[in-house]
């Protein structure tokens, strides 16, 4: 990384009367060195003696030893004193050095920092007067009037700078948001996606007005609310983890000609979502401190009385949470998270649906199918030997046969079709008995399959709503999935952190060739 991005600055000669006085300046200022730290990655300590690769190292005022040479870093005094909003312009681009101006700059309420054209975003955890009006209004003139300034990083100025190239290049731009969970990339997208909605108006039908704005805009806005319900769960690392990926397009009509950009030629015609791998494993299986998607227990806190009585989900809350087997899998404090109102969330899904113009019928139909995805994880079969006794076939226990009458009743299909689906083995060729454990698998592949045809409906129905036929252009918005390591992985994780290492791979791509013209030039 420090040879890619590090020395973003041109070479430049030093008259060679001046070649000494600096070596030996350079030699004074490595006494400081950085090392590594438990707690906050890299720290500043003095160097107090080397031999070898060992070395001694005063941090903090205690005297401790390194035994390999890469551990002590060199550090420059000089890139301490200064505060650089582009880290791709420090003379010292070491790990450690660029964490203490990350940090630096954080704790100065300064979130972002370029490295390189490259963004780099601190998660806050709270809320920051830095999207309000005021800025709002200084990127959109930045667009307007400005587009030569030394633009602040912030993520109003990536939005920006997209519709800039999309103006002068005639080309589709993309977005692209990467981090670890919990790094804020499902905020940062909708913080592109409200700026790039106030910076140009909306066209519907060929006409323009404030209404006619606000009517898409709140389409586009309002299937954040709704995928996350369905998509987002609780995590070790992230209580609002998106367990799936999402391209969103913003489709643009505009002039053709390449030239700056004036904003009243400019409209957003609509908007497309394309989703990638839900972890549909989840829909069975959480590891400890772990939830199931949200939606499952906004529904068991949201839903009136009459309706979990008619969905066979009982009281609702903590009573409901603790009876169905797909989420006892959690303790009773990681049922419910401090911060998060269930009952709040459904109401702003519904109210989302509503907006997004989603029929109040289909919206029921897809609670009757979390409620049967429900009931199907509480089907408990037991051995059932055939006549002759050679064969294990598997029968629903009678403490768990209220629970796929339920289930059937509510996928709209018959008891003895959906039983049949569960303890038959069936071919073109045979068909033979399952034992329970086959039954099992059985019943949990089909509640992932149902949730996930359900989570490509539910997309489906947003594209519905918010795509308005091809736009002119594109500016592509992609919140990927976020990185985690855990102690046991499901195959969905695994192809996600795949995901975010080729996207990482593409970074370091794209900065390399970055790096590489500013030499050339």
């Given at each position: ?396 226990s009678s403490s768990s046969q209220h629970h796929l009458d339920k289930a059937a009743e509510l996928l709209g299909t018959q008891v003895d079709t959906l039983l049949m689906a569960l303890i038959k083995l069936r071919t073109k060729l ?92």
């Amino acid at each position: 990384m420090a040879s890619t991005v590090g020395q973003a600055r041109r070479p430049s000669r030093q008259p060679a009367g001046e070649e000494g006085a600096t070596a030996a300046k350079k030699k004074q200022q490595t006494t400081l060195v950085w090392v590594p730290d438990d707690k906050v990655g890299w720290v500043l300590g003095k160097l107090l003696a080397q031999e070898g690769s060992k070395s001694e190292v005063s941090v903090g005022g205690v005297t401790k030893t390194f035994k390999r040479a890469e551990q002590v870093v060199p550090c420059l005094h000089s890139v301490l004193e200064k505060d650089y909003e582009n880290l791709a312009e420090m003379e010292d681009f070491s790990e450690g050095a660029i964490l203490y101006h990350v940090r630096k700059r954080f704790f100065k309420k300064n979130i972002y920092t370029y490295v390189g054209n490259i963004v780099v975003a601190i998660n806050p955890y709270c809320k920051l007067d830095i999207y309000g009006p005021e800025q709002t209004d200084h990127f959109i003139d930045y667009v307007m009037n400005n587009p030569s300034w030394e633009l602040e990083p912030h993520v109003y100025g990536v939005a920006a700078k997209a519709f800039l190239s999309l103006c002068s290049s005639g080309k589709n731009q993309s977005i692209l948001i990467s981090g670890e969970s919990g790094a804020g990339k499902t905020e940062t997208t909708k913080k592109a996606l409200a700026f790039i909605a106030d910076l140009v108006p909306t066209k519907i039908d060929g006409s323009t007005s404030p209404g006619s704005q606000a009517s898409i805009e709140e389409k586009i806005m309002n299937s954040n609310p709704v995928l996350e319900s369905f998509g987002n769960a609780k995590t070790v690392m992230n209580n609002n983890s998106s367990r799936f990926g999402k391209l969103m397009e913003v489709g643009l009509d505009g002039p053709s000609r390449r030239s700056l950009p004036r904003l009243d030629e400019w409209h957003i015609r609509g908007a497309r979502i394309y989703n990638y791998i839900l972890e549909k494993s989840r829909v069975t299986a959480q590891m400890n401190g772990e939830r199931n998607f949200h939606v499952f227990y906004m529904l068991l806190e949201g839903a009136s009385i009459t309706e979990l009585t008619q969905l066979g989900l009982g009281p609702g809350g903590l009573e409901s949470m603790r009876s169905f087997q797909y989420l006892q899998q959690a303790h009773d404090e990681d049922y419910l998270i401090a911060e998060r109102d269930e009952k709040r969330e459904y109401q702003d899904m519904m109210q989302a649906f509503d907006i997004l113009g989603v029929q109040m019928q289909v919206v029921e139909k897809l609670k009757r199918l979390l409620a049967a995805i429900l009931h199907l994880g509480n089907v408990v079969f037991e051995s059932d030997t055939q006549a002759d006794k050679t064969v294990e076939g598997s029968r629903v226990s009678s403490s768990s046969q209220h629970h796929l009458d339920k289930a059937a009743e509510l996928l709209g299909t018959q008891v003895d079709t959906l039983l049949m689906a569960l303890i038959k083995l069936r071919t073109k060729l045979f068909e033979r008995p399952s034992t329970p454990i086959q039954a099992a698998a059985a019943r949990d592949a089909l509640a992932k399959d149902l949730y996930r045809r359900m989570f490509d409906f539910i997309v489906d129905q947003c594209n519905v709503k918010i795509y308005n036929g091809v736009p002119r252009a594109n500016i592509a918005i992609l919140d990927i999935f976020g990185f985690e390591i855990f102690e046991q992985n499901s195959f969905e994780q695994l192809c996600i952190n795949f995901a975010n290492e080729t996207l990482q791979g593409h970074f370091n791509k794209v900065v390399m060739a970055g790096e590489k013209a500013l030499y050339e030039d």
